[in-house]
Protein backbone atom coordinates (compact mmCIF):
# COMPACT_ATOMS: atom_id res chain seq x y z
CA UNK A 1 0.00 0.00 0.00
CA UNK A 2 1.41 3.37 -0.69
CA UNK A 3 2.21 6.26 1.12
CA UNK A 4 -1.09 8.65 1.68
CA UNK A 5 1.18 11.76 1.13
CA UNK A 6 2.50 10.14 -2.03
CA UNK A 7 -0.95 9.25 -3.01
CA UNK A 8 -2.56 12.27 -2.67
CA UNK A 9 -2.93 15.31 -5.06
CA UNK A 10 -0.71 18.10 -3.70
CA UNK A 11 -1.20 21.70 -4.28
CA UNK A 12 1.48 23.08 -7.17
CA UNK A 13 3.62 25.73 -5.88
CA UNK A 14 4.42 29.13 -7.76
CA UNK A 15 6.79 28.43 -11.08
CA UNK A 16 9.63 31.06 -10.40
CA UNK A 17 11.42 30.08 -13.86
CA UNK A 18 12.17 27.67 -17.06
CA UNK A 19 14.76 25.30 -17.49
CA UNK A 20 17.63 26.17 -19.97
CA UNK A 21 19.43 23.37 -20.24
CA UNK A 22 22.15 21.09 -18.36
CA UNK A 23 24.85 22.42 -15.78
CA UNK A 24 28.31 22.16 -15.43
CA UNK A 25 28.09 18.44 -14.34
CA UNK A 26 25.83 15.58 -15.00
CA UNK A 27 23.64 16.48 -11.76
CA UNK A 28 22.84 20.07 -12.54
CA UNK A 29 20.92 22.19 -14.82
CA UNK A 30 20.46 25.62 -15.14
CA UNK A 31 17.10 27.54 -15.54
CA UNK A 32 16.51 31.47 -16.33
CA UNK A 33 14.00 33.47 -13.58
CA UNK A 34 13.25 37.36 -13.39
CA UNK A 35 13.28 36.87 -10.08
CA UNK A 36 11.42 39.32 -9.11
CA UNK A 37 11.08 38.92 -5.81
CA UNK A 38 14.49 38.20 -5.17
CA UNK A 39 13.68 34.86 -3.80
CA UNK A 40 16.35 32.61 -5.47
CA UNK A 41 19.73 33.09 -3.04
CA UNK A 42 22.24 30.66 -2.75
CA UNK A 43 21.10 27.54 -1.23
CA UNK A 44 17.18 27.93 -1.81
CA UNK A 45 15.48 24.66 -3.20
CA UNK A 46 13.53 24.16 -5.79
CA UNK A 47 11.80 21.47 -7.74
CA UNK A 48 10.52 20.17 -11.44
CA UNK A 49 8.08 17.96 -11.78
CA UNK A 50 9.21 14.24 -13.01
CA UNK A 51 6.45 11.41 -14.22
CA UNK A 52 6.15 8.48 -12.57
CA UNK A 53 7.94 5.89 -14.94
CA UNK A 54 6.11 3.00 -13.49
CA UNK A 55 2.52 5.05 -13.11
CA UNK A 56 2.14 3.90 -10.10
CA UNK A 57 1.45 7.73 -8.22
CA UNK A 58 -1.34 9.76 -8.97
CA UNK A 59 0.82 12.82 -9.61
CA UNK A 60 4.59 13.17 -11.22
CA UNK A 61 7.54 13.11 -8.34
CA UNK A 62 8.86 15.95 -7.19
CA UNK A 63 12.63 16.70 -7.75
CA UNK A 64 14.37 18.59 -5.50
CA UNK A 65 17.34 20.77 -5.98
CA UNK A 66 19.17 23.77 -4.51
CA UNK A 67 20.36 26.58 -6.15
CA UNK A 68 24.28 27.21 -6.57
CA UNK A 69 24.91 30.44 -7.53
CA UNK A 70 22.83 33.11 -9.60
CA UNK A 71 24.48 34.90 -12.86
CA UNK A 72 23.01 37.85 -14.02
CA UNK A 73 22.57 37.26 -17.98
CA UNK A 74 21.55 41.50 -18.61
CA UNK A 75 24.00 44.16 -17.33
CA UNK A 76 23.69 47.38 -17.55
CA UNK A 77 26.43 48.87 -20.30
CA UNK A 78 29.72 50.50 -18.77
CA UNK A 79 28.71 54.03 -20.09
CA UNK A 80 25.87 54.16 -17.59
CA UNK A 81 28.25 53.51 -14.43
CA UNK A 82 30.74 56.06 -15.42
CA UNK A 83 28.96 58.82 -12.98
CA UNK A 84 28.96 57.57 -9.46
CA UNK A 85 26.43 60.47 -8.74
CA UNK A 86 23.82 59.16 -11.09
CA UNK A 87 21.70 55.82 -10.68
CA UNK A 88 22.49 53.41 -13.48
CA UNK A 89 18.59 53.01 -13.68
CA UNK A 90 18.35 57.20 -14.38
CA UNK A 91 20.43 56.96 -17.37
CA UNK A 92 18.59 53.66 -18.67
CA UNK A 93 15.67 55.96 -18.39
CA UNK A 94 16.79 58.70 -20.33
CA UNK A 95 17.45 56.34 -23.24
CA UNK A 96 14.59 54.65 -22.98
CA UNK A 97 15.89 51.58 -21.58
CA UNK A 98 13.27 50.01 -18.94
CA UNK A 99 16.20 47.67 -16.41
CA UNK A 100 13.54 46.01 -14.81
CA UNK A 101 11.53 44.62 -17.69
CA UNK A 102 14.65 43.02 -18.90
CA UNK A 103 16.31 41.83 -15.51
CA UNK A 104 17.00 38.35 -15.86
CA UNK A 105 19.11 35.67 -13.82
CA UNK A 106 20.83 32.30 -14.58
CA UNK A 107 20.51 30.00 -11.91
CA UNK A 108 22.39 26.86 -11.24
CA UNK A 109 20.93 24.09 -9.53
CA UNK A 110 22.77 21.03 -7.72
CA UNK A 111 19.62 17.98 -8.53
CA UNK A 112 18.86 16.51 -5.20
CA UNK A 113 16.21 13.88 -6.49
CA UNK A 114 12.71 13.10 -5.06
CA UNK A 115 12.48 11.99 -1.57
CA UNK A 116 11.21 8.11 -1.08
CA UNK A 117 9.34 8.34 2.82
CA UNK A 118 9.80 4.61 2.64
CA UNK A 119 13.96 5.06 2.86
CA UNK A 120 13.64 8.38 4.20
CA UNK A 121 16.27 9.58 1.52
CA UNK A 122 16.72 11.24 -1.81
CA UNK A 123 16.33 9.10 -4.92
CA UNK A 124 18.36 10.84 -8.18
CA UNK A 125 15.97 9.90 -10.96
CA UNK A 126 19.50 10.17 -13.55
CA UNK A 127 17.65 12.62 -15.67
CA UNK A 128 17.80 16.43 -15.93
CA UNK A 129 14.66 18.47 -16.50
CA UNK A 130 13.80 19.09 -19.88
CA UNK A 131 14.90 22.42 -21.59
CA UNK A 132 11.70 24.73 -21.60
CA UNK A 133 10.44 22.75 -18.18
CA UNK A 134 8.87 24.76 -15.83
CA UNK A 135 11.04 25.07 -12.47
CA UNK A 136 8.76 25.85 -8.69
CA UNK A 137 9.71 27.48 -5.70
CA UNK A 138 9.34 24.42 -2.81
CA UNK A 139 6.81 25.86 -0.70
CA UNK A 140 7.00 26.05 3.33
CA UNK A 141 5.01 22.63 3.96
CA UNK A 142 7.26 20.57 1.19
CA UNK A 143 10.27 21.55 2.98
CA UNK A 144 9.00 20.90 6.54
CA UNK A 145 8.20 17.81 5.77
CA UNK A 146 11.12 16.61 3.91
CA UNK A 147 14.42 18.10 5.01
CA UNK A 148 13.86 16.48 8.74
CA UNK A 149 13.55 13.01 9.84
CA UNK A 150 11.45 14.24 12.74
CA UNK A 151 8.40 16.74 12.88
CA UNK A 152 8.89 19.40 15.98
CA UNK A 153 7.61 18.31 19.60
CA UNK A 154 7.84 14.33 18.52
CA UNK A 155 9.30 11.63 20.76
CA UNK A 156 12.88 11.21 19.73
CA UNK A 157 12.92 14.95 18.04
CA UNK A 158 15.55 18.15 18.18
CA UNK A 159 14.36 21.22 16.83
CA UNK A 160 17.48 23.44 16.99
CA UNK A 161 15.92 26.20 14.35
CA UNK A 162 14.70 27.03 10.88
CA UNK A 163 15.47 27.06 7.63
CA UNK A 164 17.85 29.90 6.74
CA UNK A 165 16.62 30.87 3.21
CA UNK A 166 13.10 31.15 4.53
CA UNK A 167 11.67 33.39 7.21
CA UNK A 168 12.42 32.45 10.62
CA UNK A 169 10.29 29.47 11.89
CA UNK A 170 9.12 29.09 8.55
CA UNK A 171 10.50 26.04 8.23
CA UNK A 172 11.73 24.16 11.30
CA UNK A 173 14.84 22.13 11.14
CA UNK A 174 14.22 19.10 13.29
CA UNK A 175 17.19 17.05 14.18
CA UNK A 176 16.30 12.84 15.15
CA UNK A 177 17.85 12.44 18.33
CA UNK A 178 18.28 8.55 17.59
CA UNK A 179 20.84 9.08 15.01
CA UNK A 180 22.37 12.02 16.92
CA UNK A 181 23.33 9.49 20.01
CA UNK A 182 23.83 6.30 17.76
CA UNK A 183 25.76 8.06 15.12
CA UNK A 184 27.77 10.50 17.74
CA UNK A 185 27.96 14.45 16.51
CA UNK A 186 30.41 16.97 15.33
CA UNK A 187 29.91 20.79 16.23
CA UNK A 188 32.88 22.64 14.82
CA UNK A 189 33.08 26.36 14.58
CA UNK A 190 35.56 29.17 14.79
CA UNK A 191 35.63 31.10 17.88
CA UNK A 192 32.58 33.42 18.64
CA UNK A 193 30.83 32.00 15.96
CA UNK A 194 28.06 30.29 18.55
CA UNK A 195 29.26 26.52 18.78
CA UNK A 196 28.51 26.27 23.19
CA UNK A 197 24.92 28.48 22.13
CA UNK A 198 24.45 25.71 19.56
CA UNK A 199 25.28 22.85 22.21
CA UNK A 200 23.13 24.43 24.76
CA UNK A 201 20.12 24.69 22.89
CA UNK A 202 20.53 21.01 21.65
CA UNK A 203 20.74 20.47 25.64
CA UNK A 204 17.76 22.07 26.07
CA UNK A 205 16.19 19.94 23.36
CA UNK A 206 17.30 16.68 24.69
CA UNK A 207 15.96 17.71 28.44
CA UNK A 208 12.45 18.15 26.52
CA UNK A 209 9.21 15.85 28.26
CA UNK A 210 9.31 14.38 24.21
CA UNK A 211 13.10 12.97 25.17
CA UNK A 212 14.26 12.77 29.01
CA UNK A 213 17.64 12.14 27.86
CA UNK A 214 20.81 11.45 30.28
CA UNK A 215 23.07 14.05 29.37
CA UNK A 216 26.84 14.31 30.75
CA UNK A 217 28.68 17.60 29.50
CA UNK A 218 32.52 18.04 30.04
CA UNK A 219 32.97 21.95 30.44
CA UNK A 220 36.89 22.74 30.23
CA UNK A 221 35.82 26.32 30.88
CA UNK A 222 33.19 26.30 32.90
CA UNK A 223 30.54 28.19 30.23
CA UNK A 224 27.53 25.63 30.89
CA UNK A 225 26.69 26.70 34.46
CA UNK A 226 23.49 28.56 33.50
CA UNK A 227 21.68 25.59 32.39
CA UNK A 228 20.93 25.13 36.03
CA UNK A 229 17.58 27.39 35.42
CA UNK A 230 16.50 24.92 33.20
CA UNK A 231 14.32 23.51 35.91
CA UNK A 232 12.96 26.70 36.13
CA UNK A 233 10.95 26.83 33.00
CA UNK A 234 7.88 24.92 32.19
CA UNK A 235 9.30 23.74 29.14
CA UNK A 236 11.12 21.29 30.79
CA UNK A 237 8.48 19.30 32.48
CA UNK A 238 4.97 17.50 31.63
CA UNK A 239 2.01 16.08 34.55
CA UNK A 240 1.60 12.94 35.13
CA UNK A 241 -1.14 11.41 33.27
CA UNK A 242 -2.71 7.56 33.88
CA UNK A 243 -0.11 5.44 34.32
CA UNK A 244 2.74 7.95 32.96
CA UNK A 245 4.29 9.56 35.79
CA UNK A 246 5.22 13.64 36.36
CA UNK A 247 8.23 14.68 34.62
CA UNK A 248 10.75 17.43 35.82
CA UNK A 249 13.90 17.95 33.87
CA UNK A 250 17.15 17.99 36.40
CA UNK A 251 20.39 19.60 36.10
CA UNK A 252 23.37 18.96 38.20
CA UNK A 253 26.41 20.92 37.90
CA UNK A 254 29.37 20.05 39.77
CA UNK A 255 31.77 21.92 41.78
CA UNK A 256 35.42 21.87 40.72
CA UNK A 257 36.26 20.46 43.99
CA UNK A 258 33.67 17.91 43.72
CA UNK A 259 35.55 16.44 40.74
CA UNK A 260 37.55 13.43 41.94
CA UNK A 261 39.13 10.88 40.34
CA UNK A 262 39.97 7.73 42.41
CA UNK A 263 43.89 6.90 42.16
CA UNK A 264 42.94 2.90 42.22
CA UNK A 265 40.80 3.83 38.76
CA UNK A 266 44.23 4.79 36.78
CA UNK A 267 46.67 2.53 34.82
CA UNK A 268 50.01 2.48 33.24
CA UNK A 269 49.45 4.92 30.87
CA UNK A 270 47.60 7.54 33.21
CA UNK A 271 50.63 7.33 35.25
CA UNK A 272 52.69 7.77 32.20
CA UNK A 273 51.06 10.89 31.38
CA UNK A 274 50.60 12.56 34.79
CA UNK A 275 54.67 11.78 35.93
CA UNK A 276 56.31 13.34 33.31
CA UNK A 277 59.45 12.45 31.94
CA UNK A 278 60.00 8.66 34.18
CA UNK A 279 63.21 6.91 33.06
CA UNK A 280 62.67 3.30 31.87
CA UNK A 281 63.83 2.29 34.94
CA UNK A 282 61.23 4.24 36.77
CA UNK A 283 58.21 2.93 34.51
CA UNK A 284 59.76 -0.66 34.87
CA UNK A 285 59.38 -0.21 38.59
CA UNK A 286 56.26 1.37 38.66
CA UNK A 287 54.52 -0.66 35.98
CA UNK A 288 55.82 -3.87 38.78
CA UNK A 289 54.26 -1.81 41.81
CA UNK A 290 50.87 -1.14 40.36
CA UNK A 291 50.36 -5.09 39.09
CA UNK A 292 51.28 -5.44 43.02
CA UNK A 293 49.14 -3.17 44.82
CA UNK A 294 46.18 -4.42 42.45
CA UNK A 295 46.92 -8.10 43.64
CA UNK A 296 47.11 -7.03 47.04
CA UNK A 297 43.74 -5.34 47.06
CA UNK A 298 42.23 -7.46 45.33
CA UNK A 299 39.79 -4.94 43.52
CA UNK A 300 39.42 -2.63 47.01
CA UNK A 301 40.28 1.08 46.44
CA UNK A 302 43.71 2.27 47.28
CA UNK A 303 45.87 5.05 47.55
CA UNK A 304 49.21 6.77 47.31
CA UNK A 305 50.94 5.43 50.43
CA UNK A 306 49.48 1.91 49.32
CA UNK A 307 51.36 2.74 46.02
CA UNK A 308 54.68 4.33 47.70
CA UNK A 309 54.33 0.82 49.82
CA UNK A 310 54.24 -1.45 46.76
CA UNK A 311 57.28 0.13 44.97
CA UNK A 312 59.68 -0.53 48.13
CA UNK A 313 58.03 -3.97 48.45
CA UNK A 314 59.08 -5.05 44.72
CA UNK A 315 62.32 -2.41 44.49
CA UNK A 316 65.67 -4.28 45.02
CA UNK A 317 67.32 -2.19 47.69
CA UNK A 318 71.01 -2.66 48.58
CA UNK A 319 71.13 -5.52 51.52
CA UNK A 320 68.93 -7.66 50.13
CA UNK A 321 69.60 -11.24 49.60
CA UNK A 322 68.45 -11.38 46.19
CA UNK A 323 69.95 -8.17 44.84
CA UNK A 324 72.70 -9.57 43.28
CA UNK A 325 74.95 -6.28 43.72
CA UNK A 326 71.84 -4.27 41.95
CA UNK A 327 70.38 -1.22 43.98
CA UNK A 328 67.02 0.72 42.99
CA UNK A 329 66.96 3.11 46.10
CA UNK A 330 68.35 6.15 43.65
CA UNK A 331 64.96 4.98 41.48
CA UNK A 332 62.77 4.78 44.47
CA UNK A 333 63.90 8.24 45.61
CA UNK A 334 62.91 9.46 42.59
CA UNK A 335 59.83 7.60 41.58
CA UNK A 336 58.87 8.41 45.39
CA UNK A 337 59.20 11.89 44.88
CA UNK A 338 57.41 12.31 41.64
CA UNK A 339 54.28 10.54 43.20
CA UNK A 340 54.27 12.54 46.19
CA UNK A 341 54.61 15.84 44.12
CA UNK A 342 51.28 14.68 42.18
CA UNK A 343 48.85 12.81 44.43
CA UNK A 344 49.59 13.81 47.83
CA UNK A 345 47.21 16.90 48.65
CA UNK A 346 45.76 16.76 45.21
CA UNK A 347 42.41 17.50 45.54
CA UNK A 348 41.68 15.67 42.16
CA UNK A 349 43.44 12.61 42.50
CA UNK A 350 41.96 10.79 45.75
CA UNK A 351 42.26 7.42 47.40
CA UNK A 352 39.18 6.96 48.09
CA UNK A 353 36.34 9.26 46.45
CA UNK A 354 35.57 9.37 42.62
CA UNK A 355 32.59 10.47 40.22
CA UNK A 356 29.53 7.96 40.64
CA UNK A 357 28.64 6.67 37.50
CA UNK A 358 24.61 6.09 38.86
CA UNK A 359 24.94 10.25 39.99
CA UNK A 360 26.06 11.49 36.88
CA UNK A 361 23.90 9.33 34.39
CA UNK A 362 20.50 9.76 35.35
CA UNK A 363 17.51 9.38 32.61
CA UNK A 364 16.00 12.97 32.77
CA UNK A 365 19.08 14.80 34.43
CA UNK A 366 21.89 16.98 32.60
CA UNK A 367 25.40 16.65 34.40
CA UNK A 368 27.66 19.53 34.25
CA UNK A 369 31.70 18.64 35.29
CA UNK A 370 33.39 22.11 35.07
CA UNK A 371 36.85 21.51 34.85
CA UNK A 372 38.15 24.64 34.67
CA UNK A 373 39.87 24.96 37.49
CA UNK A 374 41.97 21.74 36.97
CA UNK A 375 45.30 21.59 34.77
CA UNK A 376 44.91 20.41 31.19
CA UNK A 377 46.65 17.10 31.85
CA UNK A 378 45.03 16.36 34.95
CA UNK A 379 41.69 16.98 32.42
CA UNK A 380 42.56 14.88 29.99
CA UNK A 381 42.98 11.96 32.53
CA UNK A 382 39.50 12.90 34.12
CA UNK A 383 37.85 12.46 30.50
CA UNK A 384 40.04 9.14 30.09
CA UNK A 385 39.34 7.61 33.34
CA UNK A 386 35.64 8.25 33.28
CA UNK A 387 34.79 7.16 29.70
CA UNK A 388 36.58 3.67 30.37
CA UNK A 389 34.21 3.47 33.15
CA UNK A 390 31.22 4.56 31.84
CA UNK A 391 32.20 2.06 28.72
CA UNK A 392 32.64 -1.11 30.97
CA UNK A 393 29.69 -0.06 32.94
CA UNK A 394 27.34 0.22 29.67
CA UNK A 395 28.92 -3.05 28.31
CA UNK A 396 28.66 -5.13 31.71
CA UNK A 397 25.19 -3.92 31.63
CA UNK A 398 24.20 -4.84 28.28
CA UNK A 399 26.08 -8.32 28.63
CA UNK A 400 24.24 -8.92 31.89
CA UNK A 401 27.15 -9.28 33.67
CA UNK A 402 26.07 -7.10 36.80
CA UNK A 403 22.38 -6.10 38.02
CA UNK A 404 23.22 -3.63 40.46
CA UNK A 405 25.94 -0.68 41.75
CA UNK A 406 27.76 1.76 40.62
CA UNK A 407 28.37 -0.35 37.54
CA UNK A 408 25.01 -1.15 36.56
CA UNK A 409 23.77 1.07 34.01
CA UNK A 410 20.43 0.18 32.44
CA UNK A 411 19.95 3.02 29.96
CA UNK A 412 21.55 4.32 27.07
CA UNK A 413 23.46 7.90 27.46
CA UNK A 414 24.85 11.01 25.78
CA UNK A 415 28.54 12.29 26.60
CA UNK A 416 28.93 16.30 25.27
CA UNK A 417 32.50 17.09 25.20
CA UNK A 418 33.80 20.94 24.86
CA UNK A 419 37.44 22.09 23.73
CA UNK A 420 37.49 18.45 22.00
CA UNK A 421 40.96 18.64 20.15
CA UNK A 422 42.46 18.81 24.18
CA UNK A 423 41.19 15.49 24.27
CA UNK A 424 42.35 13.80 21.07
CA UNK A 425 44.66 16.10 19.44
CA UNK A 426 45.90 15.60 15.86
CA UNK A 427 48.96 14.28 15.42
CA UNK A 428 50.17 13.51 19.63
CA UNK A 429 48.58 10.89 21.37
CA UNK A 430 47.25 11.55 24.81
CA UNK A 431 45.83 9.37 27.90
CA UNK A 432 42.23 10.08 26.57
CA UNK A 433 42.53 10.12 22.40
CA UNK A 434 42.58 5.91 22.57
CA UNK A 435 39.72 5.60 24.71
CA UNK A 436 37.77 8.01 22.71
CA UNK A 437 38.14 6.72 19.55
CA UNK A 438 36.79 3.11 21.00
CA UNK A 439 34.07 4.50 22.46
CA UNK A 440 33.12 6.34 19.19
CA UNK A 441 34.24 3.21 17.12
CA UNK A 442 31.85 0.66 19.15
CA UNK A 443 30.19 2.86 21.77
CA UNK A 444 27.19 3.00 19.31
CA UNK A 445 26.38 -0.87 20.43
CA UNK A 446 26.30 -0.26 23.74
CA UNK A 447 24.28 3.16 23.89
CA UNK A 448 26.96 5.52 24.33
CA UNK A 449 26.52 8.67 22.09
CA UNK A 450 29.34 11.17 22.20
CA UNK A 451 29.07 14.66 20.95
CA UNK A 452 32.53 16.91 20.47
CA UNK A 453 32.70 20.27 20.16
CA UNK A 454 36.11 22.11 18.83
CA UNK A 455 37.23 25.56 17.27
CA UNK A 456 40.11 24.20 16.08
CA UNK A 457 39.16 20.85 13.74
CA UNK A 458 42.81 21.50 12.49
CA UNK A 459 43.81 20.11 15.93
CA UNK A 460 41.44 17.64 16.15
CA UNK A 461 42.32 13.75 15.17
CA UNK A 462 41.05 13.01 11.65
CA UNK A 463 39.65 9.49 12.87
CA UNK A 464 37.87 10.97 15.76
CA UNK A 465 36.38 13.25 13.72
CA UNK A 466 35.63 10.91 10.85
CA UNK A 467 33.61 8.60 13.23
CA UNK A 468 30.84 11.36 13.59
CA UNK A 469 27.79 10.34 11.25
CA UNK A 470 26.50 14.11 12.20
CA UNK A 471 27.98 17.54 11.50
CA UNK A 472 27.16 20.67 12.67
CA UNK A 473 29.62 22.97 11.16
CA UNK A 474 29.25 26.94 11.78
CA UNK A 475 31.78 29.67 10.49
CA UNK A 476 35.38 28.52 9.86
CA UNK A 477 37.73 31.39 8.55
CA UNK A 478 40.90 29.38 8.68
CA UNK A 479 41.97 27.68 5.40
CA UNK A 480 43.44 24.78 7.21
CA UNK A 481 40.76 24.54 9.36
CA UNK A 482 38.33 24.74 6.43
CA UNK A 483 40.45 21.71 4.55
CA UNK A 484 40.63 19.38 7.81
CA UNK A 485 36.21 19.82 7.91
CA UNK A 486 36.69 18.94 4.08
CA UNK A 487 38.95 16.12 4.23
CA UNK A 488 37.29 14.19 7.52
CA UNK A 489 33.22 15.12 7.02
CA UNK A 490 31.36 12.89 4.35
CA UNK A 491 27.93 13.93 2.78
CA UNK A 492 28.79 17.62 3.01
CA UNK A 493 28.55 18.91 -0.82
CA UNK A 494 32.00 21.32 -2.00
CA UNK A 495 29.26 23.91 -2.52
CA UNK A 496 27.79 24.16 0.92
CA UNK A 497 31.24 24.47 2.50
CA UNK A 498 32.22 27.03 0.13
CA UNK A 499 29.66 29.26 2.57
CA UNK A 500 32.03 28.69 5.57
CA UNK A 501 33.40 32.28 6.02
CA UNK A 502 30.09 33.53 4.93
CA UNK A 503 27.65 31.65 7.66
CA UNK A 504 27.14 34.53 10.30
CA UNK A 505 26.67 33.91 13.95
CA UNK A 506 24.18 31.54 14.80
CA UNK A 507 24.19 29.93 11.41
CA UNK A 508 25.14 26.38 10.39
CA UNK A 509 25.34 23.87 8.21
CA UNK A 510 23.93 20.55 9.50
CA UNK A 511 24.60 17.47 7.78
CA UNK A 512 24.94 13.92 8.13
CA UNK A 513 22.42 11.13 9.82
CA UNK A 514 20.00 13.13 11.92
CA UNK A 515 18.65 15.10 9.13
CA UNK A 516 17.64 13.90 5.30
CA UNK A 517 20.00 16.14 3.60
CA UNK A 518 22.38 19.25 4.50
CA UNK A 519 20.83 22.56 5.34
CA UNK A 520 21.89 25.84 6.28
CA UNK A 521 19.94 26.76 9.37
CA UNK A 522 19.72 29.47 11.68
CA UNK A 523 19.88 28.51 15.22
CA UNK A 524 16.60 29.52 17.46
CA UNK A 525 17.11 31.38 20.65
CA UNK A 526 17.74 29.38 23.78
CA UNK A 527 15.48 29.32 26.51
CA UNK A 528 17.89 29.18 29.46
CA UNK A 529 20.77 32.44 29.81
CA UNK A 530 23.45 31.81 27.71
CA UNK A 531 26.74 31.56 29.71
CA UNK A 532 29.71 31.29 27.01
CA UNK A 533 29.37 35.55 26.07
CA UNK A 534 32.75 37.30 25.66
CA UNK A 535 33.91 40.40 28.21
CA UNK A 536 32.77 43.73 27.48
CA UNK A 537 36.17 45.10 28.50
CA UNK A 538 34.86 48.83 26.95
CA UNK A 539 32.02 48.63 29.52
CA UNK A 540 34.07 46.89 32.73
CA UNK A 541 36.40 50.06 32.44
CA UNK A 542 33.94 52.15 31.94
CA UNK A 543 32.01 50.99 35.14
CA UNK A 544 35.81 50.95 37.23
CA UNK A 545 35.46 54.52 37.00
CA UNK A 546 31.37 54.26 38.23
CA UNK A 547 30.28 56.16 41.92
CA UNK A 548 29.32 53.02 42.80
CA UNK A 549 32.60 50.78 41.90
CA UNK A 550 34.47 53.79 43.68
CA UNK A 551 32.43 53.91 46.89
CA UNK A 552 32.89 49.69 46.99
CA UNK A 553 36.66 50.04 46.91
CA UNK A 554 36.05 52.46 49.50
CA UNK A 555 34.52 50.27 51.74
CA UNK A 556 36.58 47.37 51.28
CA UNK A 557 39.51 49.44 51.36
CA UNK A 558 39.09 51.09 55.09
CA UNK A 559 39.40 48.14 56.94
CA UNK A 560 43.04 47.47 55.29
CA UNK A 561 43.97 51.06 55.54
CA UNK A 562 43.03 51.10 59.50
CA UNK A 563 45.17 47.76 60.06
CA UNK A 564 47.58 48.88 57.91
CA UNK A 565 48.10 52.29 60.71
CA UNK A 566 47.65 50.20 63.52
CA UNK A 567 50.81 47.91 62.54
CA UNK A 568 52.78 51.48 62.00
CA UNK A 569 52.10 52.60 65.69
CA UNK A 570 52.77 49.58 67.11
Known sequence: MLDPAITS?????????????????????????????????????????????????????????????????????????????????????????????????????????????????????????????????????MLTNILSRKRAGENGSATIGSLLTRQPNAVPVVLSVKDVVSTHLAIIASTGAGKSYLASVLVEELMQPYNKACVLIIDPHGEYSTLEELPNFSQFSEAGEGKRPAYSATVRVY????????????????????????????????????????????????????????????????????????????????????????????????????????????????????????DERDQQVVVATLLRRLNKARVDTERGKVHSGESYLPYPVFVLIEEAHHFAPGGAEVVSTSILKQVLAEGRKFGIGVGLISQRPGKLDADVLSQCQTQCIMRIVNEIDQKSVAAAIEGVGRDLLDNLPALSKGQVIIAGAAVNTPVICRVRSRITRHGGESKDAPDMWR????????????????????????????
Open 255 to 374: KPEQVKVRISSLDMGDMRHLLTEMTEKQQHLLSRALRKVRSDKRGSPWGAQDLLHAIKAVAKQKGDEESEGADDSSTIHALTWRIEQRFVDNFTFDDTQHLDLPEIFKPGQCTVLPLNEI
Open 9 to 141: IRPRSRAVGITKGPGENTHEYTFVSRDDEQELKNGEYVYYELADPDGVLAEPRRVLGRVLKRVPLQLYPDTFLAEPEIAPSEVAAMVGFDSHANELFELHVAIMGYYDPISSSFINPWIPPQSGKQIFLADHE
Open 543 to 570: QYFSQESQESRRRHDAPLNGNRDFNLLR
